[in-house]
């Protein structure tokens, strides 16, 4: 079997491993007090051009958007989010579970429009009863977004200056934040990201190792006792080593950036490919995501030989797909894909 | 340095590391159903002798112990622990954080005697405003406790049987299980533990993997999608095959078991030493900890040369700290410790 | 000022107050269980037509749904609500403090229509990652709806047959339930109503008391220990007697059903009144509160004299305003109106 | 039968009563806007010698408990309360259900010492792991205990000196402060106890009121948005006059302070018949709630003509039974005791 199922499929980049193995039998701090947490900390201080900035280490990135949403927030407010954000549909109710409701705004591709974000909140405010309702208390967005698109820099300035407006942190999900920067679609730094939010995390399970997210503050201003909170959503590891040392991998020499920009090659070698065999996209994606739409005999007939992601029914006959790529796509993957389309 | 403070000090036992190298490109199902898991769930369910029994892998120990709790109590119920229980006392309010009190009752060395829990439990149900406080809904016991003792199987039964009588599901936080399985203080073994209680974990993260912790419902009777409060709680890995290797590595071959017994002997061996040099242990503990009462200028001596965690200052001129083994700690690390005592 | 802007402008109906004189110095039990709760349950019962029925009295609506929306949902689950529902949009996210999504579904009208119901769940468990996501676990609508709609018989028997085939609870905020069932637009009465859902309340504040609503449980399946969430909830009133007495005054002489048909009658009126005028109506409802459109000068105009309240704006030049009749709309305050409309 | 059982067995004082059919058909705005919660308000700032008070009127003592604290303290942080402090033991867990950890602390006749804070707080900040622990964010004493002891006024500066220092918010539970503050045991005016506390409430519903409860923040500091905490917790009322009402009539004419010095006295008429009986006192409480040791034999003779609450068994031969007064304590009632004593 082929697999093109998701980016998180196979174990880690093998650098990652190499440097387990290499520093296993050092003896070191737990809790995120280790010399790789350290390192790793400082390294991406440097990379997000704020060497004032907060960083943590986290294991799964459901925990890290519940964590940082639900120390952010006050008990009268809610987070704002495309109805199709990661946190408003796939999380099983963790931002509520907490205490706070998901205010789910329309998104377009998988995008919160400062429009939309604009006219609800000038809305909420000029509603007589709008201290009988959640207050908007901070805007969750993801980059790129869970159907692979992407903000540009306009559209996250237009987002981040409504958010200072009324008040409210600006939050990036980076699950995927590397395919993201990487893109020929992007016009976006890491640093410009950065000073374009409040709060954002580094995605590591999906882009090359075993687990992982780091929560960057760019401002140096996480939350009081935010370590304390780590411990009580049971999100804070003993051997904290085995994420610092993994970031502390994918900060050195670049290795974030080169696992990410391979993928979303080969990410666009599949597009490619796709389009010359004749298939339709079911939208335009520039990263290591892409969504196509497949006569349903053709779905099943792949299915036999390939795992992919099933997405959606447009129609009676059709079925939309999701193939993603990561640092293990190698270019045989794709030409045995390619005699299978 | 000669570092005794705990037993997550290193990585993971090497055995696992090769695991995970040899593995690493094997595409993989994620969250949970990947072939390494459904294999580590099929060992563990031979260990425990019970065929029927439910597994799932969780990330840390305090995360466990905050799903496991707050999925099978109701609203209107607390958890029972002896005051010093990790719930209690050492997780930043993870189980008040899901709306529920932790009953605390007076325990005996870190365990909780079945005498209070039953004299607590008849006075609750004699009082006529009973219904006006939180019910007891289930209890917590860790074995070994967080202070090393052990539950004898007596004690372990006379705590389930009241358990039984009031309808309330017994919790064993087994964060460093093998230990106690594993130690010449024990009378239990794994199959005969399983009966006892109706829930448990067995602790991965201080017992050689990197991370980990499998939780065994032994009647196979686990909570109502339970599936789906793992990713609710954020305790959900993408990669879950990292949980499932580790813990098939772990019941390959014993390995589990061989790694404790291990640790134990060694601190058998360091307890001797101390006994020897004239130290007085602050208490009989059986497993893999072992806590002395230092003189104040002792305690500083060695902090020069060896880092062992605190505990607590017993009178003016004494300090009582903790001294921890694992899986790596060899003989050459004991002889230079004695050299130091 | 003449006053329409709601239900709840005046004290209690004056029987309400005589009863609460008379009875003032009598001592009773504290805590629900004094004779005139018990004597109220038994008249609830009585009118439900259900004598096996739970009853139990709580000071407000909000707080109502609160604890029996949190009582009967498993972590996992959320509820299921219209999105102009009360518990979605004015309780301030009553239902998210206590752990759990609502999720809202477009309605018609402010009502919940069958189709869309069954359509979302059949989507939901057809969905492959439907275990990454909040299960429907009740089904919370309200009669009279926020729009002062109705149910047909028709459409809550849909409605529950869509709820016990999936095995959820139907809930049916009755905030104005009186003035549903003696509607000339009702097809439905009481005992009808009690057998088509799960729980529902009966609403004191609106129709007539000072404050509270009466819980049914109409088949005696209240959740255990359904006093002790009350409590939890900071609901449960030292004087029950206070909401027992009332709802006992209102149970007796068919008093809540005179209240409710007095009021519905005189929005009748109001209704003739606005389209005799000219006025065009928001929406056709057939209880005791009226929406009308206003041209925004007449809104002004009328704002000098007449206390109502905002709804929307529909357009530039119109105004969407609510009129509420109840037990102290007099012919008088009617007519007063008129000569202003 | 001779009710003693409590302060809340009848309705409300008749000058309430009056006063709610006086105003009875006005119409006035919800929600806590009307005329009379607004004097109320406004009389309440004067009594407590503080202008700038924010003042807000709940329904019940345990509802305002989880409202003040919850809405002041941030996730990591819990209250700290004496073992005995209502919040920790009597009710349900209203505290954990939103979030935190009642830390409990031993106490002397129901009051937190100065020196057991003091020491708690010092151990905390000198443990190595207390950021593994919740942190003690704010401090709860109820005034009178839940025995019916007061504080000094040195006593209140310590504790509040301490709060201070460790930047604490002190809150005074008041569901019995008349009792109090009227006490020939008090050495203590209402705005000395306001100048040292940070939030404290006034009850009513034990002392004379239908229900409710005053929240009164003297430095005018109420948490953002208490408002729509106030609604999200379900403790708003539609009809806010009720209790507006009730407060306006309770600070009209020193009529709260009335109340609670004759139930004082008549307490005080009641001790002494018990010593002079022969009785001895379980404690020595200064206000309406008298606490005594009665031999088995005499408690159950008792029960046949007397209701009062069992407190606790102090050994196989005796009872402890409290005996409340309040403003419908007449002296005829006491007299028919005395005869039964």
Redesign the interface.
Known sequence: ?L?FE?D?????H?EI?RR??E????????YGDDAYSVSAREKIRKAVGHPEADVYFI?????????VI??ML???E?VVSAVTGHVN??????I???????LALPGKDGKLQAETLRAFLEAFYAD??H?????PGMVYISYPTEYGTLYSKAELSALHGICKKYGMPLFVDGARLGYGLMSPGADLTLPELADLCDVFYIGG??VGA??GEAVVFPKGDAP??F???I?????????G??LGLQFDALFTDDLYFRISGDAVRQAGKLKKMLLEKGYELFLDSPTNQQFVVLPDEKAAELKEKV?YS?WEKPDENHTVVRFATSW?TTDEKLEALRALL
Chains 1, 2, 3, 4 share one sequence.
């Open positions: 079997m697999h998701n998180y499929g196979e174990g880690a093998p491993l387990l193995a520093t296993n039998l050092v003896s070191q701090t737990g294991s799964g990135g459901t925990q890290t958007n519940q964590l639900s120390s006050r008990p009268y809610g549909a796939h999380e099983a109710g963790a509520e579970s907490t205490g706070h409701k998901v007589d009863a201290d009988h309702m959640v207050f399970t999906k075993l687990l009081a006792h370590f304390t909170m411990k009580q959503r049971g999100a804070l590891l003993a051997k080593r085995v795992v099933f293990a």
